[in-house]
């Protein structure tokens, strides 16, 4: 429960109703940065003071925290009613200086810069006993969840497992033991043998809608490199092709799809995890174009319209010609 969370400001609907241009009430935008908690990570030009302008990526906690780090995690009991304090934290991650400028158009170092924060961020709370687990995750159009126009990421530091990670965990596990190897590994090299769901693949990571995809275009980017844990990205070979990845995979969904709302999240294992887990982590991408109803709330499954092939087909044809061609689909950033 986060009661205070209804008091969130609504960029949206001001801009709806006043008219005025969203920028000038954003506190994500140049400018406004005292309208923001004072910043926990920043990239920005030398000789610039903290919480300032001439920043490119700027990170702070989440006015309007579902989680908090400072209560002691204390439970509450009275008979079967059972409540614990959400012990957490809460932070925004600004994708770009640039109001206007929605990450699938954002440049490739740019995106870069992103991937970059969200390792910082993530190694920082993985120092954290008291955490258990990091979620990163963006939220593209008011649809999808996202209250502010600016692009941004949100991370979710929290002292409890999730279960979908869990229950990710578990199957690997069981797989694990019958098979002595990891699922997701074996997943990548039956896809890529198979090749009809694959999107695109550099020489890191493998894009591909996934054989039971719930919704009309999921689709998992997921690194070839065995790795439980997002925060042991390799920064040289790896961030640079999953930036690629990325961009040209949200790129693709669109111009394909005319600018869908979308989600997506990194899951990665619990913190400080093993690298022997049998977990493998990967970004799964689900753009908003259809209602979870009655009957997906009713039974957990889902109805898809959409073949995987025929979507991964689809995608594969817009990232083939955008790397035909790659100059003219880069916005200024
Ligand atoms: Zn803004
Ligand atoms: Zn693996
Ligand atoms: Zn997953």
Same mark, same amino acid.
């Given at each position: 429960m986060a009661t205070e969370r209804a008091r969130r400001p609504d ?26 908690p ?23 906690p989440n006015l309007y925290a579902a989680f908090r780090l400072e209560p002691d995690g204390q439970e509450h009991r009275e008979d079967r009613f059972w409540q614990r304090d959400a012990l957490g934290a809460c932070e925004v ?32 709370h993985n120092e954290n006993p008291a955490l258990e687990h990091v979620l990163i995750l963006?939220n ?5 969840g996202?209250s ?6 949100q991370l979710y530091a929290i002292g409890l497992e999730p279960p979908s990670v869990l229950e990710e965990l578990e199957g690997?596990r ?6 002595? @190897? ?6 990548? *090299?039956?896809?890529?043998? $198979?090749? =009809?769901?694959? !999107? ?63 989600n997506?999240f990194?899951h990665s294992a619990p913190l400080r995890t ?18 979870a109803a009655g009957?997906e709330l009713g039974t957990g499954m ?6 995987? @092939? ?6 594969? *044809?817009?990232?083939?010609? $955008?790397? =035909?061609?790659? !100059? ?6």
């Amino acid at each position: 429960m986060a009661t205070e969370r209804a008091r969130r400001p609504d960029s949206f609907t001001q801009a709806a109703k006043e008219n005025v241009a969203a920028r000038d009430v954003c506190p994500f935008c140049p400018g406004h940065e005292s309208m923001t908690p004072p910043e926990v990570l920043a990239y920005r030009a030398p000789g610039t003071a903290p919480n300032s302008e001439g920043w490119w990526i700027r990170v702070v906690p989440n006015l309007y925290a579902a989680f908090r780090l400072e209560p002691d995690g204390q439970e509450h009991r009275e008979d079967r009613f059972w409540q614990r304090d959400a012990l957490g934290a809460c932070e925004v991650l600004i994708s770009s200086p640039d109001h206007r400028a929605p990450t699938p158009l954002l440049p490739r170092l740019q995106v870069e810069e992103i991937v970059q924060s969200y390792v910082d961020r993530y190694r920082h709370h993985n120092e954290n006993p008291a955490l258990e687990h990091v979620l990163i995750l963006y939220n593209h159009g008011r649809p999808a969840g996202a209250s502010l126009e600016h692009p941004h990421s949100q991370l979710y530091a929290i002292g409890l497992e999730p279960p979908s990670v869990l229950e990710e965990l578990e199957g690997a596990r069981r797989f694990g033991q019958s098979n002595h @190897e990891c699922v997701f590994c074996r997943t990548l *090299e039956d896809e890529r043998r $198979a090749g =009809a769901r694959v !999107v695109y693949e550099n020489e890191a990571f493998v894009v591909f809608a996934p054989y039971a995809a719930r919704t009309p275009f999921e689709t998992w980017i997921m690194p070839r490199r065995h790795t439980a844990s997002f925060g042991d990205l390799d920064l040289k070979r790896e961030k640079p092709a999953f930036a690629e990845a990325i961009q040209l995979t949200l790129k693709a969904v669109y111009d394909g799809l005319n600018d869908p709302p979308f989600n997506y999240f990194i899951h990665s294992a619990p913190l400080r995890t093993s690298a022997a887990q049998p977990y493998h982590w990967h970004l799964e991408l689900i753009p908003k174009l259809s209602t979870a109803a009655g009957f997906e709330l009713g039974t957990g499954m889902w109805i898809n319209v959409v073949k995987p @092939e025929d979507s991964a087909a689809f995608l594969r *044809e817009r990232i083939n010609q $955008a790397v =035909a061609q790659p !100059v003219q689909s880069e916005a200024s950033g």
